[in-house]
């Protein structure tokens, strides 16, 4: 079965595409990309996604199907220039909400748009069953860290928001959110009219801002014991607004972002003992800068793998948690999502 998953990440990149080929001998998984891409949003849809939590109920169901349209006329795209064919499609869809303390998730594209502008079944709502089972919904990649790449101890991914899964044991897994990576440092290279901070140039320049530095340290979330996870709301609503305000200029604000993203992972990772290299994956392992402040502060080392693995592998584990729901298998982790049981997250949609 050839499984197509669909991506898109909280620091608004774009949409990433990854289609996948899966095998199992025993207990070994391998997988194959045979096509990926990350197609851009316009500044239009862009703005869309930004701003859709602050909407009214019928502008949000109608960018929510609007979505399903899109993600739709993307797919058709992709495979086309690849001249591929999809059995089978698992898209993450763009959160807009998650608040799992009141068990409410919200990944919009809505499923039966999707799959009727592919002709392809649909599986979406990757989340939603641990959530009504008490969980976090948040990380759901673990499970496909333990299955697809088994000789890494730890797999750090460094996307809009910095999480890590860590095996504890041959069945037991453990995964969290650490602090806001992507969403704060590109949201500072904005405002020089960068998309990001390429290698972490313009961060290596600044000086850290210790008032700053301080105050981001002191976040509630940062309290709150594991399992835990963060949203994308609370990051615009807590974190953005206290680094816009504060004084000084986009490179000490940057250096002192870096700075805490490092601290934090000092902090979140000391009581693991992690041994050997640990797998780096999401837009921040291109962040040079980031990269050897977080080695510095936590003694770790992190492994860089090829450019194919950093850019997809959430899209690469959206298709391998759509195969195991199509096959019936348990996708989510109760341990380390914190719900009651382990679930078969997915709703599927047929053409």
């Not at 109920?57 to 797919?75: E, I, M, P, S």
């Not at 095996?167 to 009219?193: H, Y």
């Not at 290596?204 to 963060?230: C, H, T, W």
Request: hydrophobic content about 40%.
């Amino acid at each position: 079965m050839k499984v197509l998953g669909i991506m898109s990440g909280s620091s608004l990149d774009g949409v990433d595409l990854a289609l996948c080929r899966f095998e199992q001998n025993d207990d070994l998984w391998k997988y194959e990309i045979l096509a990926a891409e990350c197609l851009d949003y316009t500044n239009e849809w862009r703005e869309r996604l930004k701003t859709l939590p602050e909407k009214s109920a019928k502008v949000f169901c109608q960018t929510h199907f609007d979505y399903g349209h899109l993600l739709g006329k993307y797919v058709n795209q992709f495979l086309l220039k690849y001249q591929q064919k999809a059995d089978l499609i698992a898209s993450h869809g763009h959160t807009v909400f998650h608040s799992p303390e009141t068990k409410m998730t919200v990944q919009i594209g809505e499923g039966s748009a999707l799959a009727m502008a592919t002709k392809t079944k649909v599986i979406t709502e990757l989340r939603t069953a641990d959530v009504a089972n008490g969980g976090q919904g948040a990380p759901i990649v673990p499970l496909v860290d333990k299955c697809l790449f088994p000789e890494y101890k730890a797999c750090l991914n460094l996307g809009g928001i910095a999480n890590i899964s860590i095996r504890r044991s041959k069945d037991k897994v453990l995964a969290f959110d650490i602090c806001p990576l992507n969403q704060a440092l590109n949201f500072l290279a904005n405002k020089l009219g960068l998309k990001y901070d390429d290698k972490g140039n313009i961060a290596q320049k600044g000086n850290v801002l210790v008032d700053l530095l301080a105050s981001l340290n002191e976040l509630d979330f940062y309290k709150r014991s594991i399992p835990k996870s963060m949203a994308n709301v609370w990051i615009r609503e807590k974190v953005l607004p206290l680094i816009e305000c504060h004084e000084g200029s986009t490179s000490d604000k940057l250096r002192t972002v870096v700075e805490h993203i490092a601290i934090q992972m000092q902090i979140a990772l000391k009581e693991f003992k992690i041994e050997g290299a640990i797998l780096t994956t999401g837009g921040g392992a291109y962040n040079d800068f980031l990269i050897a402040e977080i080695e510095k502060q936590t003694n770790l080392k992190l492994f860089i793998p090829a450019p194919e693995v950093i850019e997809y592998k959430e899209a690469i584990a959206m298709a391998f948690l759509g195969f195991l729901r199509n096959a019936g298998i348990e996708n989510v982790l109760s341990s380390v999502t914190g719900a009651s049981k382990n679930t078969i997250n997915g709703a599927l949609y047929l053409p």
